[in-house]
């Protein structure tokens, strides 16, 4: 009863928030180069400055985790959401690092497609962490997050069939598999953020 009258700091709400929104910046670079591969160098560039940025907030959060006596809600589920968070943006890190190195020959057929799921999952993502002061009438957003990720999976499988039948160069092949496995990552690295929120909801709502 005592811990509810103790003072929280709120600033998890804030550092939470902007780490969302830097996710969401994130995907979108990664669309645009999956729309345009001639942004590959300048949006690769700024996905590894967020990336870095990101791992300062996830620095930040633990810091302030270990000065805070009280928090706004469960300290383990600050620590799991902002490490959740922290896994989205380095798989978008990894997918335009990769592109970058490997300079696939042509588009993929399927990228924009997963790319653009991924978009959608973040976006609503930044939408609920920026009300994380208010949980109310979520679910909706949690079940729409776990609705891309299923999308997420029928286009993979849609992609990699494609991709073994009609790719004959053994080499982009490979390169163009390994982009599509971590765009799926990327989907269903959302969705554990989905979870994680749900859990948050289901304690505090």
Known sequence: MFRKFLP?????????????????????????????????????????????????????????????????????????????????????????????????KKSFIFGPQLTGILLSQTEIILQIVEHLQDLKNTMQKIIAIRNLETEGDLVFKEALTNLFENQDDVKELLKEKEILENLEKAVDRCQRVAIVIESIIIKNV
């Open 8 to 104: 929280k700091n709120d600033k998890f709400y804030h550092l939470l928030s902007e780490f969302a929104k830097s996710v969401y910046e994130g995907a979108k670079l990664l669309h645009e180069i999956m729309n345009n591969p001639d942004m590959l160098s300048e949006n690769a560039s700024k996905i590894h400055i967020i990336e870095n940025t990101c791992d300062e907030f996830t620095h930040s959060i633990i810091s302030e985790l270990n000065e805070t006596f009280v928090t706004p809600i469960d300290r383990e589920d600050i620590y799991l959401l902002a490490n959740s968070l922290d896994d989205v943006i380095d798989s978008i890190h990894t997918i335009a690092t990769r592109l970058g190195i490997y300079k696939p």
